[in-house]
């Protein structure tokens, strides 16, 4: 584990990650087996597919990249508007490498997401306020911790639909 973070950590969008991976020979795997290694997964092959899927739906990703080139976590966020016409984020994921957690790394990548909210609704005409959101498991304090140190608040909680004997909270915060 460090206990500093790397000196200027380089958050990019999908496309420039993409064509950073490809510049160094490999493509979404790169991303693929960082998601494996920061959730203890074993199914990269699934986890890329997976990626794809999430990309082709809108999902947007940012990852943040060490001076040495090395992915060290990432963001996975979803643009939508509502009904009545107001911009809105669901932030699906926000991951960081087990070597470099607690070193800003998150904040960061959520600060990168909110600022790619931000100017997507200033293109898109929307303007503000945005509301931000995401839903955490209730057995991750460590998570909730997160959310609620960046201005989240808890909106509501409900059962986790792939657990449902976990529960799920909705933290929301938003940016004017």
Not at 15 to 30: D, K, P
Not at 147 to 160: D, L, S, V, Y
Request: charged share 20%.
């Amino acid at each position: 584990m460090i206990e500093h973070a790397p000196e200027a950590p380089v958050v990019l969008d999908y496309t420039a990650f993409a064509e950073f991976a490809r510049s160094n020979g490999c493509g979404v795997t790169l991303l693929g087996d960082l998601i494996v290694e920061v959730f203890g997964l074993k199914d990269v092959p699934g986890t890329c597919r997976a990626i794809r899927q999430k990309i082709h739906r809108g999902h947007r990703y940012l990852v943040s990249v060490s001076p040495e080139g090395r992915p060290t976590g990432y963001a996975s966020w979803h643009p939508h508007i509502t009904r009545r016409e107001n911009f809105c984020m669901e932030v699906a994921e926000i991951g960081v490498h087990p070597d470099f957690r607690n070193a800003g790394l998150g904040a960061l990548l959520l600060q990168a997401a909110e600022n790619e909210a931000l100017a997507q609704a200033k293109a898109d005409g929307k303007g503000k306020p945005i509301v931000v959101y995401a839903y955490v498991r209730e057995d991750n304090p460590d998570a909730l911790r997160f959310w609620k140190r960046h201005g989240f608040a808890i909106a509501g909680t409900e059962p986790f639909p792939l657990i449902p004997e976990v529960n799920i909270s909705m933290c929301v915060k938003t940016l004017f």
